[in-house]
């Protein structure tokens, strides 16, 4: 369906387990995208089991065109001890051929807004430093960079 200036209609809603499936094609896509193809070891099974138990590892909405999945916004809490409880976006993602629709803008208000409604004090992501079209979007929000942190991890 189209709106009224020919733009397919795009509905928002929260993730639900059967979404899973292409979720998980979507992180794919974005492993590749961010030059990692090989890096995703996460399967539908664990974020099945880790996504929707007792204690849900992470949330998610996402974006339908044609009642067809074309991008995903998935976040979880975490907790500052400045700044008390904080929305974390782990991943904002759009198929390539649907880039450009505004989808992303959508997915990124929606999340924004859910942080807001749980009473979080802020929204936090990272985002490689080449990836330009990504830094310009969030640059529209006013978002700061941090250059003095560096991010750290170990394999567990």
């Not at 896509?29 to 664990?46: D, G, H, M, Y």
């Not at 802020?122 to 990836?131: A, P, T």
């Not at 990504?134 to 529209?140: D, G, S």
Request: aromatic share 12%; glycine share 8%; net charge negative.
């Amino acid at each position: 369906m189209k709106n009224s200036l020919g733009k397919p209609e795009i509905t928002i809603r929260k993730g639900i387990k059967s979404d899973l499936p292409v979720i998980h094609q979507l992180i794919v896509e974005l492993a590749i995208f961010e030059r990692e193809p090989n890096a995703v070891s996460n399967t539908i099974e664990r974020m099945e089991r880790e996504g929707f138990g007792n204690q849900p590892a992470f949330e998610f909405f996402v974006a339908e065109v044609e009642n067809k999945v074309v991008g995903l916004s998935l976040y979880y809490y975490r907790y500052s001890t400045w700044k008390g409880r904080c929305l974390y976006l782990e991943d904002l993602i759009v198929t390539e051929n649907m880039r450009g629709l505004g989808i992303g803008k959508l997915l990124f208000d929606r999340t924004v807004q859910h942080g807001k409604d749980q009473k979080c004090s802020r929204m936090n992501w990272q985002v490689l430093d080449w990836n330009t079209d990504a830094i310009r979007f969030y640059e529209r929000y006013h978002a700061d960079f941090d250059g003095g942190w560096l991010n750290g991890s170990i394999e567990l």
